[in-house]
Every structure is written in structure tokens, then in C-alpha cells.
């Protein structure tokens, strides 16, 4: 049985299942684990991360005296929430193409974005100036593709290369910045502002040695360290070519790892002292990262990623942000595997005009025959339609290669 408590009651010879936050604000990337180490315990507790999941079965169980929260309530207390911020606003924004159409588009944007970005980070390893040039041209292509249709290029985004997922990262939450721009009624120059902090939101990691990027195992405290430097040594980057502390870019830089209640880092700000635009780069950029497939870690689904960040909401990400990113992406973002009240498994391809509830699938599998059935797509907001999704699913718990997945394309 998992419980969730707060770190401050865990103890030695418990079984950790996951913790609540993000694998990059932790040195423990490999996060199930018998916890047996005094010195392993002594680095969670003073870590930022404030509560965890622990498997009775596996390990000790909590004393009765503690206050601990089952799977069941947790997970239908953040459905509840994410149900509500579909229903404050139920007709998705009109998008100018169809998601189909414009993957093509963006799939180019993509694939010349991308070779910019890394001749960008070159230079900067060798101490010169970005080209801002090349950055705003970069934010212009990315800024078309979002106005026509805000789902594509993010999508595209989530399949990257191992050598190459800082470059897409950095793109994937410049489009992302942007359409949580759009969402907040930011005018157009803000808009902008947003994606060109997004783009340059991680130039320090062209500091870091890639053998610590992609450690496939448990970082050293020195290495986690040396990971952490990252928003400092970008700002310093940007302080040489003459940007300002009050720069939308510089402030996004330094502070996209503070948290709500000030355990993020590098300087502890809480609440009001984090900027919005460093409020939102926190939640694209947590959000990028988790549904990418790293060296040391396997993507979570889209759906469920939300799921999670909703859980960690209050403590980490900005409530009113958070829940205008969901409306940005959808409730079942696109790439998220699902039940349907058929017992079908379904990928969602496409969010509807009608409802962040009610997106458009495609149906592969057959739960009931434990079969691969003929891809069908179907708009679950179509008139009449009584078909609905159930609930997420974790693809962890299906042998999806065995199944073929029919929506898998190769990285951009």
C-alpha cells in the first residue's frame, strides 16, 4: 500500500516509491529505493523536497500518530482539481490549423530552430555573446507555429535526442512560454519577451559537463552541486553582453528553480519575490523535462505529469499559473494514453473545440480481449457521442512494444 507523508517522518528501513517533486530538484534521480543509509536520509531531509510516497509492502509502515495520505484520496482529490479547471473554462481557444497540418510546419521550424540553438550554446562555451538576432528569429518561427495551433510544436518537442535535449528543451519551453502567454491575455511584446526568456532560460547548462547531464545513476552531492550552478551560470553569460538584473531574460535565467513556499534555489525567493515570468518558466520548464526520456529516467505520460505538478501545486508551482497552463495543454495533453468507458486504450491526438474533457483519441487496444484492435479516431465531444475517458493510464503498466503503439514517431 503507498502512503504519502512529509519527509520529516520518514525513517530507515522504509521503501520510497517516488518522491513529490521533480527529479531534477533531488540528487536521486533512481527515486524506489529501500532507504537503509543514514547519510541517504540526512540528504532528503535537507533537500527541498517537502513530502514523499512510501510501499508498505515493501518497507516499514508509518506510525498511527502520523498523518499520511492514501493513493485513492490523493488521486481523487487532484482529479477533482483539474476537473474544476475544466469547467471554468470548457471551449478551448480556436486554432488557425489543423493538428495534422501543422506538425508538418512545425516539425521545419523545429529542425532549423534546433541547429541555431546549438550553434548558440557553442558560442557561449567559448565566451561569446549570444546572438539575439538569432534568438528573436528563432521566437518569431516558434511564435507562428503557436498562434496557428499551440499543441503541435510542443508535442514534437517531447521526442528528443539524447545528444541533442537541452537544445529542444529550450525550444519546447520558448512555445510553451508563449501559449501560457497567450492564456494569461499577455499583449504582444510580453508574448515575446516570454519566448526569448524561455530560449535562453537554461543557457548555463552549456556549462556543465554532459557526463553529469546524462549520469545514469545517483549524483554525487558535488555533482548535484555543479547541476545547481546552472541559472548562475547563465545570468553571468548574459551579464557580460550587458543585460540587466531587471531583464525579463535574466530574471528567468536565475530564478526558474525557485519554488512558492522558497525551498527552490539559487536564492530562496517565496511567493511575491518570484516574478510571474519566473513563475511560469518554473511550471514550462518542470513540465518539459518530466514527459522527456533522459538517460537516467523514463518520461512520464502527459496526463499524468499534470496530475503529479497538480499535486505539487501550493508548495512549488504559482496556483493561477498552474491552472492556465492545464487550460494551455489540455486535461489529457496530447500523447497521453487513456481508458475509455469502452475498455479501450486510446492515445490523445488532438484536443477539441468543444471541451478540454472530450479530446479526440485514437482507440488501439481492446482491454477486454487483451488485443490490438484497428486504430480508430475518435472525437469524444462529437453530438450524441456518450464515449468518455475514464481515466489516465500509466503506459508502465501495458507492453506497449508489444502492442506497437500506432502513434510513435521517430525524434524531430
Known amino acids: 500500500m503507498l502512503k504519502k507523508i512529509g519527509v520529516e517522518d520518514l525513517k530507515l528501513g522504509m521503501y520510497i516509491a517516488e518522491f513529490c517533486g521533480s527529479w531534477m530538484e533531488h540528487p536521486f534521480w533512481r527515486t524506489s529505493f529501500l532507504l537503509s543509509n543514514p547519510k541517504d536520509l540526512e540528504r532528503i531531509q535537507s533537500s527541498s523536497i517537502q513530502a514523499l510516497w512510501i510501499d508498505c509492502s515493501k518497507g516499514l509502515d508509518v506510525d498511527h500518530s502520523v498523518k499520511a495520505v492514501t493513493q485513492a484520496d490523493e488521486h481523487a482529490r487532484v482529479s477533482s482539481q483539474l476537473r474544476a479547471v475544466a469547467e471554468t473554462d470548457p471551449h478551448p481557444h480556436q486554432q488557425q490549423v489543423s493538428m495534422e497540418e501543422e506538425l508538418l510546419l512545425a ?220 487550460k494551455t495543454l489540455g486535461i489529457y495533453p496530447i500523447g497521453s494514453l487513456v481508458r475509455l468507458s469502452s475498455e479501450r486504450l486510446a492515445i490523445v491526438e488532438e484536443q477539441s473545440q468543444a471541451s478540454l474533457l472530450k479530446p479526440i483519441v485514437k482507440a488501439f487496444y481492446s482491454i477486454r480481449q487483451s488485443c490490438a484492435i484497428t486504430p480508430i479516431v475518435i472525437d469524444l465531444s462529437r453530438p450524441g457521442y456518450e464515449e468518455s475517458i475514464i481515466q489516465r493510464e500509466d503506459p508502465g503498466d501495458w507492453d506497449l512494444e508489444r502492442i506497437k503503439m500506432p502513434w510513435q514517431s521517430p525524434p524531430v
Not at 510544436?153 to 545528444?163: A, E, F
Not at 541533442?164 to 520558448?174: F, N, R
Not at 552549456?206 to 545517483?218: M, V
Not at 546552472?230 to 550587458?242: D, R, S
Open 107 to 326: 516539425k521545419k521550424t523545429l529542425v532549423l530552430s534546433r541547429s541555431a540553438m546549438a550553434e548558440m550554446f557553442a558560442e557561449a562555451r567559448m565566451g561569446n555573446a549570444v546572438n539575439m538576432t538569432v534568438a528573436d528569429n528563432i521566437v518569431e518561427q516558434i511564435s507562428r507555429s503557436i498562434d496557428r495551433n499551440p499543441h503541435a510544436l510542443i508535442s514534437l518537442c517531447r521526442l528528443k535526442k539524447v545528444d541533442e535535449y537541452t537544445y529542444m528543451h529550450s525550444l519546447a519551453v520558448s512555445g510553451m512560454m508563449m501559449a501560457l502567454a497567450r492564456e494569461l491575455a499577455f499583449d504582444e511584446g510580453q508574448i515575446r519577451e516570454a519566448g526569448l526568456a524561455g530560449l535562453l532560460h537554461d543557457l548555463g547548462k552549456a556549462f556543465i559537463p554532459l557526463d553529469i547531464l546524462n549520469k545514469p545513476g545517483k549524483l554525487t552531492d558535488q555533482e548535484f552541486t555543479i547541476i545547481k550552478s546552472h541559472p548562475e551560470q547563465g545570468t553571468a553569460v548574459l551579464h557580460a553582453q550587458g543585460m540587466k538584473d531587471d531583464s525579463a531574460i535574466v530574471d528567468v535565467c536565475l530564478h526558474h528553480h525557485e519554488k512558492m513556499d522558497g525551498s527552490g534555489y539559487p536564492a530562496n525567493l517565496n511567493g511575491d519575490q518570484i516574478s510571474t515570468l519566473a513563475r511560469m518558466g518554473a511550471v514550462c520548464d518542470v513540465y518539459d523535462a518530466i514527459t522527456s526520456n533522459r538517460p537516467y529516467k523514463a518520461g512520464w505520460d502527459p496526463a499524468i505529469s499534470l496530475h503529479k505538478m497538480m499535486s505539487w501545486t501550493g508548495h512549488h508551482f504559482d496556483p493561477v499559473i498552474f491552472q492556465a497552463f492545464v
